[in-house]
């Protein structure tokens, strides 16, 4: 196959840590956009950065591009596509639901529910039978379409994810409000711990996934063992470019310290005790019930703090303020993600990056 355009779909306010990652794939033709990057590859490619990158959401494949002003010139043009190099006739018997999301700008085809409509009676002839559509990606069986119009130029773009990437594979349990993996991991990968020397510790770790991720990311850890992934279905695709794809995957750059977690609620630690387990961790996280004021009378000079506290429907009273401003003279460094209403209660020293976690704009800050 000749080289894929690849749209790699990343949470905004992450772009930099999802470049940094596609960088140490060899991937140097880069270009970012808000919430995506763009860049070649071929089907390997695609199959190391869904193993490998934790900062991204999903990876989509530009199936074609091609100009169309009214209907029939949209059918002459999806019928030009390469569908047979990715999607079986034996979809619809074997479960296959579709996801369409098309979007239309300043284009002839302004009305999105009629161009789906029409793609769906496409891909119905072209695969033998009505195929079932789905609002939004329901299990491993949902192929996810994406169909961007603007000024008559239309893109069809196939997802190779499926579940959205931040949901590892592992089954993992969560406490409330949980934090996205791929949020975690960009925290991780800003504060410089990889390659700090220093100890890790999350002292409000509540389902686990902060320290979770910083193991995973210490092993090297990627997820064909826990989860499948839509290009695993596809009519081009052969199990053995999965070994392919992790005999080129590169080493770990951590520097292996201590990590440790801490909840001062014994139910979130007793999760946060079955996730590591799932996840194939337990050995390298050590976890414990405990305050933070307890962690004052702890020797933390060798320790990074990434934390992220009780906010929003987790706050109780907002009494983490005060003890983590004692902490801030006794560790190396203390990294939070807080809401940007509660800037002005901590001033940190440094803000990181802005996100979203949810409708609430967080900010990852050096106190």
Not at 186 to 208: E, F, K, N, R, Y
Not at 345 to 356: A, G, H, L
Request: hydrophobic share 40%; aromatic share 6%; proline share 4%.
């Amino acid at each position: 196959m000749k080289p894929i355009d690849l749209i790699v779909i990343v949470q905004p306010g992450l772009e930099r840590y999802a470049r940094l990652e596609l960088m140490s794939l060899g991937i140097s033709d880069i270009r970012q956009i808000k919430g995506a990057l763009l860049c070649k590859g071929h089907l390997t490619t695609l199959i190391r950065i869904n193993l490998f990158c934790r900062t991204v959401s999903r990876v989509l494949c530009n199936l074609g591009t091609f100009r169309a002003g009214n209907f029939r010139h949209l059918t002459d043009g999806l019928a030009s596509l390469p569908w047979d190099d990715y999607l079986p006739p034996n979809l619809i018997d074997r479960g296959f639901s579709f996801c369409l999301r098309v979007h239309s700008y300043q284009s002839d085809l302004y009305h999105e529910k009629a161009v789906a409509q029409r793609i769906i009676h496409f891909l119905s002839d072209r695969l033998g039978g009505v195929i079932p559509v789905q609002s939004s990606i329901q299990d491993e069986n949902t192929i996810l379409l994406v169909i961007h119009i603007k000024q008559d130029l239309v893109q069809v773009r196939l997802d190779s994810s499926g579940i959205h990437l931040h949901k590892r594979g592992y089954s993992k349990f969560t406490e409330t409000a949980p934090l996205r993996e791929t949020i975690a991991t960009a925290m991780i990968m800003a504060s410089g711990w990889q390659v700090s020397g220093l100890d890790l510790l999350d002292p409000m770790c509540g389902s686990g996934t902060i320290p979770i991720e910083a193991a995973l990311m210490a092993k090297g850890h990627t997820w064909e063992r826990h989860r499948r992934f839509t290009f695993m279905d596809w009519a081009c695709f052969d199990p053995g470019l999965i070994g392919k794809a992790l005999a080129s995957l590169p080493e770990s750059c951590c520097v292996q310290r201590n990590i440790r977690a801490a909840d001062s609620d014994a139910k979130a630690i007793a999760t946060a005790q079955d996730n590591c387990q799932k996840g194939g961790v337990e050995g390298s996280v050590s976890l414990s019930h405990q305050s933070l004021d307890q962690w004052l009378d702890e020797d933390l000079r060798q320790t990074m703090i990434i934390t992220n506290p009780p906010w929003g429907i987790r706050l109780v009273g907002g009494e983490w303020q005060t003890a983590m401003t004692k902490l801030t003279n006794r560790v190396a460094s203390i990294y939070l993600l807080i809401p940007d209403h509660e800037i002005p209660r901590v001033k940190p020293r440094k803000t990181i990056f802005q996100t979203r976690c949810g409708e609430i704009n967080t900010t990852f800050c050096l106190l």
